[in-house]
């Protein structure tokens, strides 16, 4: 994402990972206006996960290209590239970038230029590649567990390490089933989606119903339900029981609260928040109260 600071409610952060050649930046975006930015990338891989938000993006030889979260987008270039980035007003955008120059590519993975490229592009004839597609579950996951990361010091260098290598791995191994984003909603249908979400988060312990929510955002129950998966890459259900996961998660790494009370705060038996809980962040609720 941006390379240089941008004047915005910036919640991001970057480190630079166990080899000095990966780096991975993640956070927050949001712009009281909208905002142009363009980003100087060096030879490389680069990898965006959007897991929240949308934004246009255009290369220096295309033209401009939507992403709308939960999606990827990957480009690999044998030669310095920029990127212009549009980003709208008030709508936050929940990222990470993982970048790899080209020569630990080469010397610390041994992988081979051509090959990467075909396989990210399997047409190109030409010095760059790029992909766009849908994130999946699985890429959201490792998405959340990097934005989540409850280590500090040396090891969550090593976790951040690990996490990032093994996303930018499934993001190539899936290029073959990747599918283009589908076009973003229109800019008052956007502004509906976004309320409701805001909304949802300042109302999560008591969220109000859907044909509430569709009225308190200016919009029907039907389209509401349609664009925020559309939009959000889940129902408006589910969205809510993803984000009382996360606070449930912060809290009980931070050792503020029990198992049974994060299962209660989520609206889940003790037995089916275990489950649920294991399936989004590879660790059980316990297992989190021990760390």
Known sequence: MPSQPLSSNDASWQLPLATPRLA????????????HSI???????????????QL????????????A??????SLSDTPFAVSHRYAARQPLQYLSVRMPMEALR???????????????PATRQAMATANGRAGKALQVLGRQIM?????????????SGKALELTAAVMDGLTDARPPTAAPGARQLRSLQQARDILL???????????????????????????????????????????????????????????DAAHACGYTDSHFSKVFRQRYGVSPSDMRCA
């Open 24 to 35: 991975l930046s993640a956070g927050t975006l949001s712009f009281a206006e909208p905002t």
């Open 39 to 53: 980003e100087h990338n060096e030879a490389g891989l680069k990898l965006v996960l959007v897991l929240e938000g």
């Open 56 to 67: 246009d993006y255009q290369l220096q030889s295309g033209a401009a290209v939507g992403v």
């Open 69 to 74: 979260g939960p999606a990827f987008h990957i």
């Open 107 to 121: 010397d610390t993975f041994g992988a081979e230029l051509g090959a990467l490229a075909r396989r990210i592009a």
């Open 148 to 160: 989540l990361c409850p280590l500090a010091g040396p090891l969550r260098q090593l976790y951040l």
């Open 202 to 260: 300042q109302r999560l312990h008591a969220p109000p119903t859907l044909p509430e929510l569709a009225r308190l955002a200016g919009t029907n129950a039907s389209t509401l339900s349609q664009g925020f998966r559309q939009l959000f890459g889940t129902s408006v259900f589910a969205y809510v029981r993803q984000q009382r996961l996360e606070l449930a998660y912060r809290m009980l790494a931070a050792g503020n609260i029990s198992v049974a």
